[in-house]
């Protein structure tokens, strides 16, 4: 089988992005230990990964918290719980973080030979995310072609986001045919016990759930 | 002044951009500590930055030892002190880097208000990196154009790359001019005590002062 680098979050998406990568492909799962409040999504993402049968799977440390900028990795920015999803971009917006994600992605798939990046970006409940939009996943395409030694020499590394154009509900249901480990995954921002169930992100997950009828297996607070 | 980013590796090229940037900008220096052999680099870019008056400079560290690939900084792949320098991709090539560090440095540009990343890339004597030609350069700006908070809301961080179409030797010429302390900067892939003047960053460094008509400032092995 070819080789794929899958990036994995812990979360809903790149989970379903994990399990649609290793039908076909020999997965090396790359996870990011960025200095995030909800850090616990690197455990989910190991037991995640092990669970859908990656064939190797790094974690990678960086410093983006000496950065900040984000209420996901500042201390002086609170995470919101308003549940409020408005199309905005928020104050979770972790700066360049897919641009700096793809490109230690690709740099990783240059490394073990594999021709695909793939990851779980989605736009279409939630548009929030400028990096997250099929116009940024083909612009930076175009800085891989030119800009790396596989691109140089002719053959580039793809990036895939097979999310891309699908809804949250359809993630979930796609995932729940090919029996992704939903209560394994973590979404909420807030780095609790258990989910909030009140920041944008688990608002979206219970939303999506919803959506597709199908009960979430994870548990949240109150 | 405005503000602006400088990718500052402690090398020479990077302490001849920090200096072009500072005569007319606010300057906040970023630095990689991304598991390098010549990691004595990080110290350079130390003594540069505050020798040139950067106004901030953050040290980041990335495990870019994680994934390998480089004799830079892979144990198991050996620096060449061949004095080769043949145009072809060597095998000191990081895997997607100025990708990676410019994606940081976007990052930072967007948290500290600047409206530019300064970067030392230059490709004329030697266009064995496929991330240090223009072509990179201009693909990588439209992937932030698109793909940052700043882009979708319209006003773009800009990546300046001043020495892009200058030779080694015109870098010198002018970096002496403005007072660049190149006693100060390091360039051997060695991490010796002093440069072993055999690597291929040594040897294009020679030959740079040599076409200048200026003397090295450092001390070599031997």
Known sequence: MEKAVVLLSGGLDSATCLAIA????DVHALTFDYGSKHSREIDSAKAVAAKLGADKHTVMKIELDAIGGSSLIDENIDIEKT???TGEIPSSY????????????VALAEVVGAGEVFIGANSIDYSGYPDCRPEFIDAFQKAVDVGTKAGAGGTSVKIIAPLLNMSKSQIIQKGAEMGVPYELTWTCYSGGERACGKCEACVLRLRGFEGAGIADPIEYEG
Chains 1, 2 share one sequence.
């Open 22 to 25: 290793a039908e076909t492909r």
């Open 83 to 85: 549940g409020n999803v």
């Open 94 to 105: 972790v700066p360049a973080r897919n641009l700096t994600f793809l490109s230690l992605g």
